[in-house]
């Protein structure tokens, strides 16, 4: 490894993320580039093409076999946490918000309880009924319950929306470095143009 796993996942995870941006940033390895290209699909020829031209009469055998081995994984972020909010997340925010708003609708008045009251000797001669607001809670319960299993089936089809994301191929000799994304909202436009092109190029 010419640099340690703990050093490219803190430097990835500046740069992927453009709410440090503005930033420069210098290598003098070219490695730290490289390892950017890798992560945009960049053929492994046109990695070390470009690390020769950048490296001059500086390049370095090894650094050009780590690139060349290097497997980097790609780990989107994940909804369900509570340190990355999502466009799922609002979702559902908003949706049990509604819900608590038509839950405190239901509340039984004063004189609903009054007119049972008075009522009662009628109704205990009639057939049995199932109150209103039971039969309200009911149907607040089951369209609580489906809005949740439509929330959990978009969260489970976040992680292969790209196979952008998935590892092509391992290699035993060197360690995986897999790398946690931010949250879509904070990636920068440079890796999702990249992403979203080479998605595109694939599904032709």
Not at 55 to 84: A, Q
Not at 123 to 140: C, D, F, G, I, T
Not at 177 to 184: K, N, T, V
Request: glycine residues 2%; contains cysteine; aromatic residues 8%.
């Amino acid at each position: 490894m010419v640099f340690k796993t703990e050093t490219i996942q803190r430097v990835t995870k500046v740069l992927l993320n453009q709410n440090y941006y503005n930033l420069l940033m210098i290598d003098k390895t070219n490695v730290i580039v490289g390892i950017l290209r890798k992560m945009c699909k960049w053929s492994c020829s046109s990695i070390i093409a470009e690390y020769r031209l950048l490296s001059g009469k500086n390049s370095n055998y090894y650094s050009e076999v780590f690139l060349d081995l290097v497997t980097i994984e790609l780990m989107p972020p994940n909804p369900s946490t509570k340190r990355r909010k999502s466009f799922y997340q609002d979702t559902m925010e908003s949706q049990l918000s509604q819900l608590k708003g038509s839950e405190d609708m239901m509340e039984i008045d004063d004189d609903d309880i009054e007119v049972e009251n008075e009522n009662e000797d009628q109704m205990l001669s009639a057939s049995p009924q199932v109150p209103k607001n039971l039969l309200r809670m009911v149907e607040l319960r089951k369209q609580k319950n489906k809005n949740n299993q439509v929330i959990a089936s978009q969260q489970a089809g976040v992680d292969h929306e790209y196979e952008f994301y998935s590892t092509e191929q391992t290699f035993v000799s060197v360690n995986t470095i897999r790398i946690d994304l931010p949250s879509e909202q904070e990636l920068p436009a440079w890796f999702k143009v990249q992403r979203n092109m080479w998605d595109e190029e694939l599904r032709l």
